[in-house]
């Protein structure tokens, strides 16, 4: 009986990690899958190509907000941001000024954090915000104006 029971066990075992590795759908033996991204993911946040994000920010219907730490927002930032890191940015998501389009923007490879703060942005019924494409690397690599300390 206990024979019977452990070899129960093992094939039920056997048969829910086979279930798990099975392939949907008509994909071809040997084919790579597609990577499936959930919604509201960092992936599919929408960005901002930078010569727009400054047109929208100049015409005043738009403001940058620096996600990044406050001790690196003081050491150089856009001018004009704001800084709301995104460990606070929803407890403090009343400061960022009502009815402007909001462009976030970090350092990361792939706008990674600030595309984040977008998506929480967004659960949080902001529906402008873009994160801003190249971040913070690429606008000091443009050389376009930026400013240290805290304001």
Known sequence: MR????????????????????VQGNTPQGAAQPQRVQPGSWETARRIPRDAAIQLVKSGKAVFVDI???????????KGAISVPRSQLIARFREIPAGKYVITYCACVREHTAALAVVDLEAHGFKNAAALAGGWNEWTAAGLPTATGPN
């Open 68 to 78: 990044r730490s406050f001790e690196t927002y003081s050491k150089g930032h856009i």
């Open 3 to 22: 024979r019977t029971t452990m070899m129960l066990i093992a094939l039920l075992a056997a048969t829910a990690a086979s279930a798990q590795l099975k």
